[in-house]
């Protein structure tokens, strides 16, 4: 079975850097498309970005030039390199799998294996 650990959340002022890490175990993530959500207090959790079983990424428009991710087959590891945080990322970050052919999507229904989130604040 698939398991997804996020970590790499903190606290960072704003213009800061963070790099997420999804670490997947149980089965290699060769097959799978993964993609990074958010879910600030009181709003509905967002999709921010995808990244295809062949590596090709996809990003909301958001979060575009200031979020990059990226996939490391030999870690079983996805990352999301955050540049340039600002107040209103804060919020708790997820990644998630889903077994898909072509493509992927950052619609958050597509997804049925998820991690357990990691924390981030972004405050002066």
């Known amino acids: 079975q698939l398991r997804l650990v996020e970590s790499g959340g903190g606290l960072v002022r704003p213009g800061g850097s963070l790099t997420l890490s999804c670490a997947a175990s149980?089965?290699?993530?060769?097959?799978?498309?993964i993609g990074w959500f958010r879910q600030a207090p009181g709003k509905e959790r967002e999709g921010l970005s995808c990244?295809?079983?062949?590596?090709?990424?996809l990003n909301r428009d958001a979060v575009k030039g200031r979020f990059t991710i990226s996939r490391d087959i030999d870690k079983n590891t996805v990352y999301l390199q955050m540049n340039n945080l600002k107040l209103e990322d804060t919020a708790v970050y997820y990644c998630?799998?889903?077994?898909?052919?072509?493509?992927?999507?950052?619609?958050?229904?597509?997804?049925?294996?998820w991690g357990q989130g990691t924390q981030v604040t972004v405050s002066t």
């Open positions: 149980g089965r290699t993530l060769n097959g799978y498309a």
């Open positions: 990244i295809s079983r062949t590596g090709e990424p």
């Open positions: 998630a799998a889903e077994w898909r052919t072509l493509g992927c999507t950052t619609y958050s229904g597509a997804y049925n294996n």
